[in-house]
């Protein structure tokens, strides 16, 4: 296995999961990544929405009203978690990934594989600009931790459920 994680990297192919929007191809030791034209038009779509302003949850809400499957229930996919519907930080993610921009990067940053995007490099970083301005937090913050955080989570989507001061 390492033998052969060695010759994939040597080739400067990909090693791993595609992430949302792309799809594998190529041969066995030279795969990939390419736009998946079915969701080339959703993340478009996505990205259109939180540079206009659309908060995490309003683009994760059309998502579902769309149908599009979550990040975690992609087909074929079936470790780890799976959610029936999308949640902010799941959109957050596929709106950083540098694979938009046609770019796969190691744990320290570098560049490992270079494919087709989906969105220019300048699109991109006009987008993380954006998204670098939003605030982190929005309405009061507390130091007091709630007394069942981490134990319940909602009964019709399985996501946790939270504390809302007013």
């Known amino acids: 296995y390492a033998d052969a994680r060695a010759v994939v ?3 400067a192919a990909l ?21 998946d034209p079915a969701l080339v038009p959703i993340i478009l779509e996505m990205v259109r929405r939180a540079r206009a302003g659309d908060t995490y949850a309003s683009i994760a809400a059309w998502l579902d009203s ?3 499957p979550p990040v975690q229930q992609r087909e074929g996919e079936t470790k780890g978690k799976t959610y029936p519907k999308w949640h902010r930080q799941s959109v957050l993610n596929v709106l950083r990934s540098p694979a938009l921009k046609g770019r796969r990067l190691d744990k320290d940053g570098r560049t490992v594989l270079r494919h087709e995007g989906i969105i ?6 006009a987008l993380q600009s954006e998204l670098d301005r ?4 929005r309405g009061p913050v507390s130091s007091e931790t709630a007394m069942l955080t981490g134990v319940i ?8 459920m939270y504390r809302h001061t007013s």
Do not use: D, M, Y
Not at 15 to 35: D, N, Q, S, V
Not at 153 to 160: D, E, Q, R
């Open 15 to 35: 090693l791993g999961k595609p992430p949302f929007g792309f799809e594998i191809t190529g041969a066995e030791f030279h795969k990939t990544l390419t736009p």
């Open 66 to 68: 769309e149908g599009i």
């Open 120 to 125: 220019s490099a300048q699109e991109w970083r």
């Open 153 to 160: 989570v909602c009964g019709l989507c399985g996501g946790p």
């Open 134 to 137: 939003r605030p982190s937090k």
């Open 9 to 11: 990297a040597g080739n």
